[in-house]
């Protein structure tokens, strides 16, 4: 048996997996652990399954000299020094697949909230004030038939391009390189570069993971670019876009709303930003269903498990560097 630290609270058919095999320290509170308990408790553990609220650096990796694992409840491992565990020979995985349709959902749902006010009418009918049915109030923009942008067409990118699809709607998309045609037209996508997406959509969708070259992709030349009626949608990671240069974009009618899942410093909202009506801002819950994070959680475990004992984890992200 090994020494496994837990960092949040899981669902207990996750932790079951996980404490038939090993000793498990859990973080068993609904915060991020504190720096300071990561960095003891790490310590003497042969296992990490780690949030994306941990930020997993050399000063984390230096305080665990036995660690031979970490494995990252989320697709996206920003938070982690991929590089600096490599050089120690640790293996790191990450929860692909199992997200992929809940965090599409979520983006159909900001497209629609935004574009046809749903989280404004809803305060409305809260505050009493739907006094009368009238033509002229709370008109949005329609979803149906209009251009989809997707920047990322990878794995959740795709899911959206086909919720898209129901919505008859065109869709453009942008990647490193193009995906192969037969699976463009079964998508039903279109590739276009960046600022011809951006020129060209009704809605801008990001789901780019975030390194160093997407940082800021999305930044004031970017709203510059797009149409006054357009809408920026982000379930992605939060400094892929510059929120500054966004709430300036918003509060100046440059592009008509956002719909924003994440936060360049999270969990801080960018001053400005929560007096955006055409703003929908919800606290990072892409993949916030029981499902899903239940089937995250024994991904985790099952990457952790197999790191554990020796074998290639099915979800590491540099297994070929490390061996
Ligand atoms: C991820 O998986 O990267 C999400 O941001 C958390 O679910």
New binding site residues.
């Given amino acids: 048996m090994m020494k496994i630290l837990v960092t949040g609270r899981l669902p207990e058919e996750v932790m079951a997996v996980i404490k038939k095999e090993h000793h498990v320290e859990a973080h068993g509170e609904d915060r991020p652990m504190e720096r300071q308990r990561l960095l003891d408790l790490v310590g003497d553990k042969e296992g990490l399954l780690c949030m994306?609220t941990d930020r997993v650096d050399k000063e984390v990796l230096d305080s665990a000299p036995y660690l031979k694992m970490i494995a990252n409840l989320?697709?996206?491992y920003d938070n982690i020094d991929v590089a600096a565990a490599t050089l120690r020979g640790i293996p790191v995985s990450n929860?692909p697949g199992v997200?992929t349709d809940a965090t599409a959902d979520l983006t159909f749902a900001l497209i629609l909230a935004t574009a046809r006010r749903v989280v404004e009418g809803d305060k409305r009918t809260r505050a009493g004030r739907f006094r009368f049915w009238v033509p002229l109030q709370f008109l949005g923009r329609e979803v149906s038939g209009k251009t989809l942008g997707i920047v990322g067409l990878g794995r959740i990118g795709r899911a959206v391009a086909r919720r898209a699809r129901g919505f008859e709607m065109g869709v453009l998309y942008n990647n490193r390189h193009p995906i192969e045609v037969s699976l463009e037209k079964e998508l039903g996508v279109e590739y276009a570069d960046f600022n011809t997406l951006l020129a060209q959509s009704d809605f801008v969708s990001i789901h780019v993971p975030l390194t160093e070259e997407t940082r800021h992709l999305v930044d004031g030349e970017a709203f510059k670019r797009m149409k006054t009626t357009a809408y920026l949608i982000n379930t992605s990671r939060g400094p892929i876009v510059d929120e500054r240069a966004l709430e300036k974009a918003l509060r100046e009618g440059k592009i008509a709303g956002a719909g924003l899942d994440v936060y360049e410093n999270e969990p801080s909202v960018t001053p400005g930003l929560m007096e955006q009506e055409n703003a929908v801002l919800l606290p990072?819950m892409?993949?916030a269903t029981i499902e899903t994070r239940t089937r995250?959680g024994l991904k985790a475990a099952e990457n952790l498990l197999a790191g554990l004992s020796g074998k290639r984890p099915p979800d590491c992200v540099n297994w070929e560097d490390i061996s």
């Fill in positions: 994306i989320a697709v996206g929860t997200l990072h892409g993949s995250m």
